[in-house]
């Protein structure tokens, strides 16, 4: 056979298993697929950490001096004001140290008249009546101290708060150095947690920080950041900060770990599913349903920024309103038919409709 006729027979070859592809990729149905559209939303980038509670205001509430309890007038756990009488101690000897000495001072107030009335009359000397008047002084003095003394008797609680378990009862003899209750303000708690440096160029106060505890499954309480320590440390590379949370049920307690998500550089910002990316290399590609008849993908090379989720920002590629493929890429291709059964809002049950719609097509 000589070698133009072997090139001709080749040639059609060629062309009939072109046209047989051709044949078959036009009498094979659309792929079904689920889409999402490309939306502008609210987001940030999470910064992820553990942080300890802390009441907002604590205490433990201690006598300033030694002395026996005559009464107690809390219950453990009690909520109080600021002022609230705690316990009261054994003033019996300055009460009575203070009845002598008012007595003592209505003696020399009335000693003090009578030598102010001799001076006015020109009889009595003015020495006479300064001493007169030092004396009564002197007595006032006394009183205060004793009055300051008598108060030393009564504890009472410094700031609103929530009273802890007592540990003295009545006629115990107390001293400065025992812890009787404790108090914390538990209406705000602090929680303070150590952050990487790498991200302080990201922190500032007022940023918004979500948090989660075991001891609440399920339950998200938010906050926001209050303050940063101007120290890093030299160790750990870290730096401490501070938040705050509103905590009117007080069901944050001092001592929990709660774990911490900040929600640094808050953004309006381009975003879809993550399972709409497809990585070769360090490429991104997305297929965008093209509208026709029938609908098409197109492979789309995009630029991508932070992940968070189980979605991915979205900074070059994509404009708003965009339908990505998102579900049922495994037989897509540049080019290929595609079926949308579902547009993904984020509530689709994606597995139960790509298992119905597999069952509709085995039934086909």
């Known amino acids: 056979m ?11 070859a060629l062309i009939g298993i072109s046209l047989t592809g051709l044949l078959h990729a036009a009498g094979r149905p659309p792929t079904s697929v689920i889409a999402a559209s490309a939306q502008s939303t609210p987001y940030y980038d999470k910064i992820e950490a553990l942080g300890t509670v802390n009441a907002n ?5 201690t006598p300033k001096i030694t002395e026996k309890v005559i009464s107690i007038h809390f219950e453990d756990g009690a909520s109080v004001k600021r002022g609230d009488l705690l316990i009261k101690l054994d003033d019996e000897e300055e009460q009575a140290n203070l009845r ?14 009578r030598a102010q009335e001799l001076y006015n009359r020109r009889v009595g000397s003015e020495a006479d009546l300064d001493a007169a008047r030092a ?3 002197q007595s006032q003095a006394e009183i205060e101290a004793i009055r300051t003394r008598i108060a030393a008797h009564q504890i009472t609680a410094p700031f609103n708060g929530v009273l802890g378990l007592r540990h003295i009862s009545v006629g115990a003899l107390v001293e400065p150095s025992d812890v009787l209750t404790t108090l914390d303000d538990l209406s705000v708690v602090k929680v303070d947690f150590a952050i990487p440096s790498v991200f302080l160029a990201n922190l500032k106060p007022g940023l918004k920080v979500e948090a989660e505890t075991s001891a609440y499954p399920g339950q998200t309480f938010t906050g926001e950041l209050k303050s940063i320590s101007p120290r890093v440390d030299p160790v750990t590379r870290t730096v401490q900060a501070r938040a705050a949370f509103d905590n009117p049920g007080r069901m944050l307690l001092t001592g929990m770990l709660l774990q911490l998500d900040l929600q640094s550089r808050p953004r309006t910002t381009l975003v879809i599913p993550e399972s709409a990316i497809s990585t070769v290399g360090t490429a991104h590609y997305v297929f965008v349903v093209a509208e026709g008849e029938p609908a098409r993908a197109q492979r789309r090379q995009v630029e991508i920024g932070s992940r968070k989720a189980g979605k991915v920002e979205i900074l070059k590629g994509l404009e708003e309103g965009d339908l990505v493929i998102s579900h049922g890429l495994v037989k897509i291709s540049d080019g290929s038919t595609v079926k949308v059964i579902a547009v993904d809002d984020g509530a689709l049950n994606v597995a139960k409709l790509l298992q119905g719609e597999k069952q509709a097509e085995q039934t086909e």
Do not use: C, F, K, P
């Open 2 to 12: 000589s070698s133009r006729m072997l090139n001709g027979a080749l040639a059609a």
């Open 57 to 61: 205001e604590s205490v433990n509430i």
């Open 135 to 137: 004396r009564v002084d």
């Open 100 to 113: 002598s000495t008012l007595a003592v001072q209505a003696e020399r107030e009335s000693a003090y008249r």
